[in-house]
């Protein structure tokens, strides 16, 4: 256990908790954020695909029914018999229409059973990009328009609805805010988290450009969620291999360290002043020297 204890260091506490935290934000938060996306767009997608092929049905059968709370109504085609509302039309800003900025026209209608209605009656284009152009009101008289069920956007904080041009504007469409700017008893249309509207098709009395359906496409959201996961996986790994790498470097510098040879005793200097060479000590006469010195020979 002693070769682990470098784990207790506090760069590699502060490197496993972030690990930690991350992973666990992987798998709990990042991933099912993107799968839930997934999801849900994958459901709208098929309930568009399901009105287009249906048959549209009477408005007041979707508001009477018992399960018209379900998410299941939105995008659903209906009809709806009645006639529009004058001084109804309120404008909402910030739309766009072919890339350019635009307004979406709103305005109620009155069922035939009397109950009051929200209609998005299309899109117009701004004029210098800035300001609405005149908004011609809806057709009067008995009408039967065929339209799609829309769930209300909400309301944006901070952006209160106004008059401006000579139009009530607000910023996103949303049954009760309308209500309480038409001070008309609007009915929202049950579409399981917020009252909705009911969206023109095109080519029906007072419609202006329809707004796009969104696109049919599932989006990247699937391949996102699951990257999520994958990272959640690696990033304990990459840790775990780091640990590996660092006890493997240790092992081989203390393996290295016990077999280091013992480092020799230098050979004795034999150049030093206290032992003569050969070379600096005298040399012994030969025995013709010594000859020679004892009978005379060689001397003058």
Not at 161 to 170: A, E, L, M, T, W
Request: proline share 10%; net charge neutral.
């Amino acid at each position: 256990m002693r070769r682990l204890t470098f784990l207790l260091r506090p760069s590699w506490v502060i490197l496993a908790a972030v690990v930690a935290v991350f992973a666990y934000l992987c798998f709990t938060v990042l991933a099912p954020w993107q799968l839930g996306k997934n999801t849900s767009t994958s459901h709208r997608n098929q309930l568009i695909a399901d009105s287009v092929r249906a048959d549209p049905i009477d408005i007041t059968t979707v508001l009477d029914s018992s399960s018209a709370d379900d998410a299941h109504t939105e995008w659903r085609k209906v009809t709806a018999s009645g006639a529009f509302q004058p001084d109804s039309t309120v404008l909402v800003r910030l739309r766009h229409l072919d890339g350019a900025p635009g307004y979406s026209v709103l305005a109620t209608f009155r069922l035939d059973d009397g109950r009051l209605l929200l209609i998005d009656r299309g899109l117009v284009a701004a004029v210098d990009g800035s300001r609405p152009p005149p908004i011609p009101d809806p057709p009067a008289g008995p009408q039967r328009l065929e339209a799609r069920v829309r769930m209300s956007e909400g309301i944006t904080p901070g952006k209160d609805p106004s008059i401006q041009d000579g139009y009530r504007q607000v910023y996103s469409i949303d049954t009760t805010q309308e209500a309480a700017v038409l001070q008309q008893p609007l009915t929202p249309i049950p579409t399981g988290e917020r009252g909705g509207y009911l969206q023109l098709d095109d080519n029906q009395p007072g419609a202006f450009k329809p707004t796009p359906l969104p696109q049919l496409d599932a989006g990247p959201y699937l391949s996102y969620g699951l990257q999520w996961l994958a990272f959640g996986i690696m990033a304990p790994l990459g840790l775990g291999y780091f640990v590996y790498a660092e006890i493997r470097e240790r092992r081989r510098e203390k393996t290295s360290t016990a077999t280091e040879p013992v480092a020799a005793s230098p050979p004795p200097d034999t150049t030093s002043p206290e032992t003569p060479t050969a070379a600096s000590a005298p040399a012994k006469p030969t025995t013709e020297a010594r000859l020679a010195d004892r009978y005379g020979r060689g001397r003058d």
